[in-house]
């Protein structure tokens, strides 16, 4: 596809269980980064992946959140025995390169809607 | 973000200009950005402006950067009911992102 993509789109789950965010970057971008967006906390950075390097996770809130990266392409983002305040909007980006640069421009996806009820 | 901070909500006539205010603490910042998010959609990239930088303007977008007071402001000439949305500014540090809490926007007829 041409932009980033994230499913699913709208995930309500029983609070204690496990669930799986799924990321879909743009073709060719070697960065790959996790936001969450919550209405008490705005935008927060969780986690960062760029090519073989070690992922820089000192965004995830606690250890129930981890997330992968196969194959440089698709991430996702797992969160165990979910609690209530993990509802958010998990957001997902990607960019060319390593993302330092102005012109290193994060492309987001559409996001996934979390609600723990 | 903690230290991003904008103005909740602003109102504008279409047709007249909007400004969306935003400030933030981090001196290192080498790039800040503007944001767009429309209802159920993810954020589109407006603009950046390099932290050396006074102003840059883009067709009806202009950035003013203000660096001794850490202040940034976007300036939306001849508002549209299509510009209505949440406005984020942003500063980047390294590849990390730190938005504020976002401005919504609503242009009335």
């Known amino acids: 596809g041409a932009g980033v993509s994230q499913s699913p789109s709208n995930k309500v789950t029983e609070k204690g269980k496990d669930v799986e965010l799924r990321c879909d970057p743009i073709?060719?971008?070697?960065?790959l980064y996790w936001y969450r967006q919550s209405l008490g906390q705005g935008l927060e950075f969780l986690i960062y992946?760029?090519?073989?390097?070690?992922?820089?996770k000192s965004g995830l809130p606690s250890d129930r959140f981890s997330a992968e990266r196969t194959g440089g392409s698709v991430s996702t983002l797992t969160i165990q025995r979910t609690q209530q305040e993990d509802s958010a909007v998990y957001l997902c980006?990607?960019?060319?390169?390593?993302?330092?640069?102005?012109?290193?421009?994060?492309?987001f996806g559409p996001g996934t809607r979390l609600t723990v009820l | 973000g903690e230290d991003v901070e904008q103005s909740l909500f602003l109102s504008v006539r279409e047709g007249d200009s909007s400004v969306i205010n935003c400030t933030y603490t981090d001196s290192s910042s080498t790039y800040l950005y503007w944001y767009k998010q429309e209802p159920g959609a993810g954020l589109q990239l407006l603009t950046y402006?390099?932290?050396?930088?006074d102003m840059k303007q883009d067709q009806r977008l202009t950035v003013l950067l203000n660096k001794k007071d850490k202040h940034l402001s976007l300036r939306i000439a001849d508002t549209q009911t299509g510009d209505s949305a949440i406005y984020f500014c942003a500063e980047k540090n390294d590849y990390k992102l730190s938005f504020g809490a976002g401005t919504t926007v609503t242009v009335r007829a």
């Open positions: 073709s060719g971008h070697t960065a």
């Open positions: 992946f760029q090519g073989n390097s070690a992922p820089d």
């Open positions: 402006i390099f932290s050396n930088m």
């Open positions: 980006a990607s960019s060319l390169l390593t993302g330092t640069t102005s012109t290193d421009t994060q492309y």
